[in-house]
């Protein structure tokens, strides 16, 4: 049986024609525009912050909304990090390379533009690929039990963990204290209060949107406040470029065009990681890749082509494991799961068969999406340095205001303030002493799937632990998880015998 059918797609066509859904795709546009252009915000703080917005929306409309923010707002990033050398997302370190160097050089709108166009033919690319896997692995994923979920969701843990900015104990570390924070509440089999702290209105356990709010929009918030001020380099004339040279640019490098959009791809459906991981890969490629005269750190075009080809072609895979395996492939994602809960739809294998129409609104709204980043990055380059000169004094505020009112709206409940200021405390001190607030996210919407289905898969096999081990599909993701580990922990092991090896002084 067909999980499509043509009925479903003029369905498709005719919620995302509503003028209301069109709107909401265009403000969720300009917002991602703005938050991901602002140093100290993400893509990600934009969406846990308008998250509550969506209780008084449909699902076509809420879903327009963010994945608005969601592409642009992976490419604005790139902004700050051409201009200010300051990148505005994880995802648009490596772009900073060569895009501020070329700023330096009076190249900055060419780097611009070249960071808008890349972002589009990444953006494309995964789309299709959405619309090409994720049919068929609802499918296969239909037949899947509570083992391979198990396996599913570890590797996902282990992955955002091991691909963390720095130490990766601190990467499990995190994760560890997000799937902690996701065990509070009454215990779903024997209805046990667990770390209630004498507080019932923690018996539901902790709400998934202020957590996020905290984590990201409110910690992010509470660092910008250690900034006294920004203080912007004087960069030369930036010279005027036409779209046809960065046009030329991608037609004379289109193999590495299709190699980053494959690399971001392939990433972004691999749970747990990001644009963050997919950049420095495509870059690194593109490094190992140079041809003579390539000046990669100097003010070369195709770095940054490389770099934003695959951070944008991250928001489709992520997309994959979401709809099919309901396991978030980044820390946006995550969030959209709470959005999609939001309007009673559980994500998982039944979602593409159960809401067809849902899923190819969701396909023409990442296209439209792309389209609006396109259009509005390259008429608006101009006004690009405009949204880095907000002053802190004034933005700080704002998010603290807008947080507070959204965290109250999501149950009418005070409580749910004090939450985001105890997790914006919480992720203040985990950037502060450099602990990645991506694993405690994942960790936090992936305990549930590791607990529910770890209990279970032991309680249908006779608490038998060896079942893990003997489906294939479990045994094959533990293996690349062991794999993985093996790979991220051998520099941290060459490095150690090295050091002991050293002849004393």
């Known amino acids: 049986m067909d999980l499509i059918a043509f009925g479903d797609v003029g369905g498709a066509i005719q919620a995302v024609a509503n003028p209301w859904v069109l709107l909401a795709v265009t403000a969720g546009a300009v917002i991602g525009m703005i938050f991901g252009a602002a140093p100290g915000l993400t893509a990600t703080s934009a969406i846990a912050l308008f998250l509550p917005l969506t209780y008084v929306m449909g699902p076509t409309t ?31 370190a490596a772009t900073a390379l060569d895009g501020y160097t070329m700023a330096q050089q009076g190249q900055g709108d060419r780097a611009i533009a070249t960071a808008v166009v890349g972002s589009f033919v990444g953006g494309i690319f995964s789309l299709l690929l959405l619309a090409l896997v994720a049919p068929t692995l609802a499918r296969v994923a ?58 019932p209105n923690l018996m539901a356990g902790i709400p998934t949107t202020a957590a996020l709010i905290g984590l990201f929009a409110i910690g992010q918030m509470l660092l910008q406040t250690r900034k006294r001020d920004m203080t912007l380099e004087i960069l030369p004339v930036q010279e005027r470029t036409s779209n046809r040279v960065v046009l030329l640019d991608y037609w004379r490098n289109k193999w590495l065009v299709f190699k980053s959009a494959c690399i971001g791809a392939l990433i972004g459906i691999l749970p747990g990681t990001g644009p963050s991981i997919a950049s420095w890969v495509s870059y690194g490629d593109a490094l190992r890749t140079a041809k003579k005269g390539d000046k990669y750190g100097k003010g070369e075009p195709k770095g940054i082509i490389a770099c934003e080809v695959s951070n944008n072609a991250v928001t489709g895979g992520a997309l994959v494991p979401l709809l099919t395996l309901g396991i978030p492939g980044d820390p946006v994602t995550a969030v959209l799961i709470g959005a999609l809960m939001i309007q009673g739809i559980q994500t998982g294998p039944f979602l593409i068969p159960n809401n067809p129409s849902l899923f190819f609104s969701i396909l023409l709204l990442l296209f439209i999406s792309n389209c609006l980043m396109l259009v509005m990055g390259l008429s608006g380059r101009k006004l690009a340095a405009k949204v880095l000169q907000i002053p802190i004094g004034i933005m700080v505020p704002s998010i603290f205001i807008v947080a507070g009112a959204g965290a ?53 096999n006779n608490m038998d632990f060896t079942v893990f081990f003997t489906r294939p599909i479990s045994a094959a993701s533990l293996a690349i998880t062991a794999l993985l580990l093996y790979v991220w922990l051998k520099p941290n092991r060459d490095a150690d015998v090295e050091e002991a090896t050293k002849p004393a002084k």
């Open 408 to 460: 109250f709206s999501l149950a009418s409940n005070p409580f749910d303030v004090k939450l985001i200021l105890i997790f914006g405390l919480i992720g203040y001190l985990m950037n502060r002493f450099k602990f990645p607030t991506s694993p405690a996210v994942l960790g936090i919407v992936l305990g549930p799937i590791l607990e529910q289905n770890l209990r279970n898969a032991l309680t249908a």
């Open 142 to 199: 239909l037949s899947f039990t509570s083992v391979e979920y198990f396996a599913f969701a570890f590797v996902g843990i282990v992955c955002v963990a091991g691909i963390s900015r720095g130490s990766m104990t601190k990467g499990i570390a995190a994760a560890f204290i997000g799937i902690l924070v996701s065990t509070i509440g009454l215990d779903p089999v024997s209805g046990v209060g667990r770390f209630l702290m004498g507080q």
């Open 62 to 92: 809420s879903m327009a909304l963010l994945l608005g923010i969601y592409c642009s707002g992976y490419f604005a990033g790139s902004i700050p990090a051409i201009l200010l050398n300051t990148p505005g997302a994880p995802g648009s």
